[in-house]
């Protein structure tokens, strides 16, 4: 349990030290991939996501999720990427190479929709090469470049800001 608490604290260190750098990744490309980090303890559709793909102009091949869960069971196998506590290891080593993976993908946009505070979710958050980072208020908003203020169980007035702010910033490509 101790270390358990160690790797904790080793863990947000990292977080600290990543998010204390600046970055300028935002750029005035469109969209065309997104990631989405999701905590499958807090929501487990993520049919949501494909309706949100559709609605910003992104083809489907170029939509990747990967879903979190505290406590890892046996439901969560029809994801395609499902990681747990265990995938990390001290100072947020990343133990699964699928995961890792998605975290070098350069992403257009990575949309981190969670709400809870773990710390594995805002280290991948952190960790992520994604050019514009998309998040739900109650996080730490040094993650996120877009932060909407709603809950998760609202998705279509999430998916409504989002889709109104891309087009405020130009970010959405015309079909």
Not at 121 to 145: P, Y
Not at 166 to 175: C, D, Q, R, S, V
């Given at each position: 349990m101790i270390l358990k608490g160690f790797k904790q604290k080793s863990i947000k260190k990292r977080i600290n030290k990543l998010l204390s750098v600046e970055h300028e990744n935002v750029n005035n490309d469109t969209i065309e991939s997104i990631g989405?980090?999701?905590?499958?303890?807090?929501?487990?559709?993520?049919?949501?996501?494909?309706?949100?793909?559709?609605?910003?102009?992104?083809?489907?091949?170029k939509l990747k999720i990967i879903a979190f869960s505290a406590n890892k069971k046996e439901t969560?196998?029809?994801?395609?990427?499902?990681?747990?506590?265990k995938d990390?290891?001290?100072?947020?080593?990343?133990?699964?190479?699928?995961?890792?993976?998605?975290?070098?993908?350069?992403?257009?946009?990575?949309?981190s929709y969670y709400e809870a505070d773990?710390?594995?979710?805002?280290?991948?958050?952190?960790?992520?090469?994604?050019?514009?980072?998309?998040?739900?208020?109650?996080?730490?908003?040094?993650?996120?470049?877009?932060?909407i203020h709603t809950n998760l169980k609202e998705f279509n007035v999430f998916k409504a800001e989002v889709f109104k702010y891309?087009?405020?910033?130009?970010?959405?490509?015309?079909?």
């Open positions: 989405v980090i999701l905590n499958i303890d807090e929501i487990d559709d993520f049919e949501w996501f494909n309706g949100l793909a559709t609605h910003l102009n992104v083809h489907l091949n969560l196998k029809s994801w395609d990427v499902c990681f747990d506590p990390f290891g001290w100072f947020g080593a990343i133990k699964n190479s699928e995961l890792q993976a998605f975290l070098d993908t350069r992403f257009d946009a990575l949309i773990v710390t594995e979710l805002k280290l991948l958050t952190a960790l992520s090469k994604a050019k514009f980072k998309i998040g739900i208020s109650g996080c730490d908003e040094r993650l996120n470049d877009l932060i891309l087009t405020i910033l130009n970010k959405i490509k015309n079909e």
